[in-house]
């Protein structure tokens, strides 16, 4: 099972296309939304976390991308400033699924994009404003 989390972004255009229904029937995808913004008439964004074979998972970007939608991993919109980052070490405590751990041997706080899901606990929880979610 091939499974990744994306970001599906509409424009005035697109946005009253029907994206869930055909990803479902034409390339038998299992869909989750994470998080969804649509404004009827102008543009939206929804966060899916898409699972199915990897061919057919291929096809449906395609598809999306032909339809005229921007679609991009999620872990393209969550950030870590490192600049602002003083490895305090608090996110992890919060991130649900580890993509913000301690390194002990750097004493450092890294983030892993890949292990991401949007759920920006940890944009509320760090005292520096590291963490950055960009979704529009
Ligand atoms: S809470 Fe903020 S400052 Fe602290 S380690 Fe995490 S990102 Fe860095
Ligand atoms: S957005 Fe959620 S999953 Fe991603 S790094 Fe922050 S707390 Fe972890």
Do not use: W
Not at 23 to 45: Q, S, T
Not at 75 to 98: E, I, L, Y
Not at 103 to 131: H, I, W
């Amino acid at each position: 099972m091939y499974s990744r989390k994306v970001v599906v972004r509409y424009t005035a255009e697109t946005v009253e296309q029907p994206v869930i229904y055909e990803l479902v029937k034409r390339f038998d995808l299992v869909f989750n939304i994470l998080k969804a913004r649509i404004f009827p008439r102008r543009e939206g964004m929804i966060v899916l976390d898409l699972s199915g074979t990897k061919e057919h998972f291929d096809a449906a970007i395609i598809y999306l991308k032909e339809m005229g939608l921007k679609v991009e991993p999620l872990s393209k919109s969550v950030r870590q400033n490192r600049d602002r980052c003083v490895s305090c070490g608090a996110c992890t405590a919060f991130c649900p699924t580890g993509a913000l751990s301690f390194d002990r041997s750097t004493m450092q706080v890294y983030f892993d994009a890949e292990k991401c899901n949007g759920c920006e606990l940890c944009v509320s929880c760090c005292p520096a404003r590291a963490m950055e979610v960009n979704l529009l």
